[in-house]
């Protein structure tokens, strides 16, 4: 299987928070912590868990660049 | 400055890669590159090069979850 | 009135899910059934219910492609 | 700090309203109202409430362009 | 027609940026502008050109918030 | 694999367009088509071309609803 997505971290899932519709994955990517708002429905079919090796996946065209930080 | 985007995944930017209306921007984040699609005109205006420190942000939404790996 | 966004899949909506702030809305399109995040208010000022014909509208810049499935 | 995200529209929050996961949050931009759906955790570390200035910022590759009106 | 995007900045298209694949166009929107990334066959299909009116449709998932300013 | 992106619009490539930074990839899914705008490198690494079979993927947060028809 071959996605054109190219964006792929891969780490550990460090939280499932569910709501009525949507559901609140926090994911642990090396020194960063990665948070993805998925559908409920998706979140329970993928059996989602704290401890689950998962990888986050973004297209590039939803990637933006800041430079010289300083921000809170 | 305080910016309601979770994501943000410091690193060094490897390429510039400018088109006639878009850019590509490629970082290096700890082990993981990630892919940026931005206008060429923000890249020119950020003065993005590789070799610079830069931040990669990207909102929830629009995160995806993978799991059981074997993506090619 | 014309709109630049291009993928439109025509359907009948099979399902709103309602919650506090967002709402999932499940359409059939042809053969596939397409699922959509939105904000509760829309839903409701849309008046939109199971039965009613709806059309799924994406951004190209928002579609990824997948080759060779295996995606379960 | 400076940030590739062009689109900067700069208001006052008239509401914030937190459901479980998700918080969608309304700023008056000038004479239009805009909508954005953020997690709540996002909101609640920004401390976002009515009356508060915010910046309503979104990527180039996230706006469609409508012509000849007439959308309900 | 009604489109559950609820956010619409009528303005006035200042330029059209045409590249190979993709096409970039500037609004004025009361006081900001506001720059779209579409494809270039939507641009032509839609004719859009400078001094024309149109708006500017964002989904509420791809507004994010920006407090306390500072920006660059 | 799984994923937790809920769109899969499986179909054939009905055309490639390149352009030096981004590529537009034309898909027919039943009787629609899907354009999506992915980066030319995703594009070459797939060795996407027409004729071959694809799956269009869409996250249900990029999903807006249009009812009332009469969009040109």
């Known amino acids: 299987m071959r996605l054109s997505t190219r964006n792929r ?13 949507t559901a609140k994955v ?16 998706s979140a329970e079919e993928l059996g989602l868990e704290a401890g689950q090796r998962a990888t986050a996946l973004v297209k590039a065209t939803d990637v933006m660049i800041l430079t010289d930080e300083g921000l809170g």
Chains 1, 2, 3, 4, 5, 6 share one sequence.
Do not use: S
């Not at 971290?9 to 519709?21: R, S």
């Not at 020194?31 to 429905?41: G, M």
């Open 26 to 41: 926090t994911l642990q990517v090396g020194d960063n912590h990665i948070v993805a708002l998925i559908t409920r429905e």
């Open 9 to 21: 971290l891969p780490g550990t899932i460090t939280e499932v928070q569910k709501g009525d519709v």
